[in-house]
C-alpha cells in the first residue's frame, strides 16, 4: 500500500482553490469525477456522475473520456478499471476498503461451490476482483433479485451479504446459499430505532438499504439502493422520509429535495472508509496521476465477464 500523505498542503488552499484546481486540471486532463453517494458534501459537488454502484460500473464502461477519478471505496475503483481497461482509473486513497468485500476469500468460496456443485454462483459487487473472477454473474443492491431470477439454476450460491441474499430469497422460489459477511455499517441499524422514529415522524415514509438486518427491512416502507431512495425521495408524495442507510446519501436528498425533510433512522451511521477521501487528495490525485488501479489481467479478464453479465440487467 503507497504511503498516502497528502502533499498539498493544506493549510496554505481553501476548499474553494482545492475546487477550483480540481476543475481546472479535470478539463486539462481529459477527467471524469465519479463520487458514490456515500461521500463528504465537499466530493458529491465535485461529480460530474453521483450515483450508487451500478450506475457508477455502467458510466464508467461508458465514458469517453481518458482519466476516471474514482471516489468510493476500492472495489468500487476497480470495477471501473474492469469495465474501462483503456482509460486511467485513479483512486485518490487506495487504502480506502470495504470491511464487507474482504469477508469472502477465493478459497472459501472455492470450497462452498465444490459442496454445491449444482449452483451457480452470484458476487455482490462488493467483493474483490479475485472473488469476481471465481463466480458467475455479479449483481448490486438495485439488481439482485432480477439477477438471481435471470440466472440459469435452482441453487445460488450469494456471497457475501447475508442480509441481501436474505431480502433476495423473499422475491424467488430458488435455494439461496448464503455466505456470512454482513456490513457492519447497516447492521448497526436496530428496531428500537425503527419504533422510535415511527413514534416522533409517524407520517414519515421509512427507506431503509437491503443490507440492513432483515428484522429491520421487514419493518420499511420502502427497500432500495441508494439511487433507488433517491427516485423515490423525488417521486413520493410524501414530504417526511426516515433513511436506513450511510449519512453521505442525507446530504444529497436534502439538496435535492429542499422542500422535504431526510431524517437518519437512529443516530447517523458512518462509514469511515467512504470519508476517507478529501479534496487534497483528489487534488493530489489529479496533479500527480495516482493512485493508478491495477488488477492482474487475468483476473481482470475473468471478473469481466461476470460484470458484463451484470450489466445486462438494470
Ligand atoms: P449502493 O449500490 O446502493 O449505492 O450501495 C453500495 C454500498 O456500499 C452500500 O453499503
Ligand atoms: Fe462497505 Fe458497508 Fe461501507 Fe458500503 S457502507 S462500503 S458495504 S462497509
Redesign the pocket.
Known sequence: MPNIASMTDEKSLSNEEMTAEIKCLTREKDAFILV???QLPEIQALADILG???DLARRSAETMHKIIVFCG?RFMAETAHILAPDKLVLHPRPDAG?PMADMVDVEGLRNLKAEHPRAKTVAYV?TNAEVKAEVDVCC???NAVKVVEGIDAAEIIFVPDCNLADYVQRFTKKKIIPWAGF?Y??RRFKVEEVEASRNQFPDALLMV?P?CDPEVVALADVVA???GMVKEAKTSKHKRFIVG??EGLIHRLKQENPGKEFYSLGSPKI?ENMKKIRLEHVLDSLRMDQYKVTVEPDVAARAKKALNEMLRYV
Do not use: G, I, Q
Open positions: 458514490h453517494n456515500y450508487d454502484s451500478l471505496v470495504c462488493n448490486t443492491s438495485s456490513c455499517v447497516h438499504h443490507e439502493s441508494t439511487n442507510t450511510e462509514c
